[in-house]
T-cell receptor, first 115, second 114 residues
Framework: AQSVAQPEDQVNVAEGNPLTVKCTYS??????LFWYVQYPNRGLQFLLK??????LVKGSYGFEAEFNKSQTSFHLKKPSALVSDSALYFC?????????????FGSGTQLTVLP | DAGVIQSPRHEVTEMGQEVTLRCKPI?????LFWYRQTMMRGLELLIY????????DSGMPEDRFSAKMPNASFSTLKIQPSEPRDSAVYFC????????????FGQGTRLTVV
């Protein structure tokens, strides 16, 4: 079975400061990992993904994420937060070796960037 | 490309009524997913199709829920009869193939059952 944990329901950060949104995963094989963002009353928008290769993945809007296999983590980061980054962020995983084809999502982390 | 299109955007219905949610995936995508989002349970996968065939419907909560994909460009999620606890935002997503690629989400249907 595949699963994702986002340990923080809420993250607050001041504008201009770096931000981190945490994600850990569990799969039996190698993972595909994704981050999505959801703005109010909108669908989920894809931010970035890790498939293979470089552990540091760069995505949309200046976001990046670091894959750490030993810690089974895929934390989302941004060097300098903007107020407009305030949204709900979801981490998702798919097990490469499993029969499941769907993405499993974490519970989401509400990011609030304070001006 | 117009993206994944869902209709209606909002639906308010009375308990016991039949509700049908509709989804048009992105052209050329062969995988389609229905998710439900609530405050209590977060984002749950209800069912997904591959090449119009239902692959995994283990997330469908009850027999009151059914989903169809009669062709590559259209899918429906039906609730009959609806109950207040079905109130949620229902998302449809599609992807060009399963595996390494991300899924693209529609804007969702906000269902309220009173």
């Amino acid at each position: 079975a595949q699963s994702v944990a986002q340990p923080e329901d809420q993250v607050n950060v001041a504008e201009g400061n770096p931000l981190t949104v945490k994600c850990t995963y569990s799969v039996s094989g190698n993972p595909y990992l994704f981050w999505y963002v959801q703005y109010p009353n909108r669908g989920l928008q894809f931010l970035l993904k890790y498939i293979t290769g470089d552990n540091l993945v760069k995505g949309s809007y200046g976001f990046e994420a670091e894959f750490n296999k030993s810690q089974t983590s895929f934390h989302l980061k941004k060097p300098s937060a903007l107020v407009s980054d305030s949204a709900l962020y979801f981490c998702a995983v798919r097990d490469l070796s499993g029969s499941a084809r769907q993405l499993t999502f974490g519970s989401g982390t509400q990011l609030t960037v304070l001006p | 490309d117009a993206g994944v299109i869902q209709s209606p955007r909002h639906e308010v219905t009375e308990m016991g009524q039949e509700v049908t949610l509709r989804c048009k995936p992105i052209s050329g995508h062969n995988s389609l997913f229905w998710y439900r989002q609530t405050m209590m349970r977060g984002l749950e996968l209800l069912i997904y199709f591959n090449n119009n065939v239902p692959i995994d419907d283990s997330g469908m909560p009850e027999d009151r829920f059914s989903a169809k994909m009669p062709n590559a460009s259209f899918s429906t999620l039906k609730i009959q009869p609806s109950e207040p606890r079905d109130s949620a935002v229902y998302f449809c997503a599609s992807s060009p193939r399963t595996g390494a690629v991300e899924a693209f989400f529609g804007q969702g249907t906000r269902l309220t059952v009173v």
